[in-house]
């Protein structure tokens, strides 16, 4: 046996307690997930293989999810949620970055601050924001007043709903990915930017052709897992909309929650859950592939 396969063989016992974890958590539920999608099973009854055969329905779930327009209209929510919150997400992700990059003395009571709404649970977050966004009562609203104006009925109103929804999702968010913006800033080469300072270049060029290059691995790390919480958005529209107002904000995640343990619909549900990793994988690969157009390791 070559040292390798020793290697391997010596490894297998430490690597047990991982492989049997991912096993039962992860592998199993997949596969289960499978199978659900192919029945009509309610969840009301007991489930095992040898059930199987008596709900199998075939693709039916998957074929009715497909041409039912719901499912395209909660497809349309997300991707216009995603067209609010990743541009304002990265907006405020940047300045927190740069506060922290310039501010050096404060910097350890920065973070902590900017850090506190993402180890906020949100339910809480969502509940704040609730009342942040309250048409009576809510702060953004009283703020509004002040200049003589009338704030829209954020959480009430169908063109208003989804947008309120981002202000939370921002808030909560910005203060995970500035950290790691921040991180990148810190990790680039000073000498590039004296050599830029040498060459004549201004603040604005520096920018775009020193910082935003060479920070470009950081930021389409923090696209990949902003798109992906995008898909997976849930807690703050069962809290804050309930997926109202008339169907305005309702999404993928919050669809399958619904069938799957208010219609007892659960073999619907898992086909939703399969057509919603498809949908993420292929952006994945997507932006994998057109990394190569943007994204510059060299530094």
């Known amino acids: 046996m070559s040292k390798e396969k020793q290697k391997i063989v010596q490894a297998i016992p430490f690597m047990l307690p991982s492989i049997v974890g991912m096993m039962i958590f992860s592998f199993f539920p997949i596969l289960m997930a499978t199978a659900l999608s192919l029945t009509d099973w309610s969840g009301l009854e007991k489930f095992t293989i040898h059930t199987i055969p008596d709900h199998f329905v075939g693709?039916?779930?998957?074929?009715?999810?497909?041409t039912h327009k719901e499912f395209w209209n909660t497809l349309l929510h997300?991707?216009?949620?995603?067209?609010?919150?990743?541009?304002?997400g990265f907006i405020f992700s940047m300045i927190i970055a740069l506060i922290l990059h310039t501010d050096k003395k404060l910097t350890g009571v920065m973070r902590v601050l900017f850090y506190v709404p993402v180890l906020t649970s949100w339910v809480a977050a969502s509940l704040i924001w609730k009342w942040v966004l309250s048409s009576?009562?809510?702060?953004?609203?009283?703020?509004i007043g002040i200049f003589g104006m009338k704030g829209?009925?954020?959480l009430t109103n169908r063109y208003w709903a989804m947008p309120g929804i981002v202000l939370a999702s921002v808030w909560k968010d910005m203060g995970y990915y500035g950290l790691y913006i921040f991180r990148g800033l810190r990790g680039i080469d000073p000498t590039y930017y004296e050599a830029a300072k040498v060459?004549?270049?201004?603040?604005?060029?520096?920018?775009?052709?020193?910082?935003?290059?060479?920070?470009?691995?950081?930021?389409?790390?923090?696209?990949i897992m902003s798109l992906i919480n995008a898909f997976q958005l849930f807690p703050q529209v069962l809290i804050m909309t309930e997926g109202g107002p008339n169907g305005a904000t309702q999404v993928m995640v919050e669809r399958?929650?619904?069938?799957?343990?208010?219609?007892?619909?659960?073999?619907?549900?898992?086909?939703?859950?399969?057509?919603?990793?498809?949908?993420?994988?292929?952006?994945?690969?997507?932006?994998?592939?057109?990394?190569?157009?943007?994204?510059?390791?060299?530094?």
């Open 136 to 143: 009576q009562y809510g702060v953004i609203n009283s703020i």
């Open 59 to 66: 693709f039916q779930n998957y074929i009715r999810l497909l």
């Open 152 to 154: 829209p009925d954020w």
């Open 78 to 88: 997300v991707l216009y949620y995603i067209v609010l919150y990743i541009p304002l």
């Open 199 to 223: 060459d004549g270049a201004g603040k604005l060029r520096t920018l775009f052709s020193v910082t935003m290059p060479l920070l470009s691995p950081t930021l389409f790390y923090c696209l």
């Open 256 to 299: 399958i929650y619904t069938y799957a343990f208010s219609y007892f619909k659960m073999g619907y549900a898992a086909a939703y859950s399969w057509l919603l990793f498809v949908i993420i994988r292929i952006l994945t690969l997507a932006q994998l592939k057109m990394q190569k157009v943007w994204v510059h390791y060299e530094s």
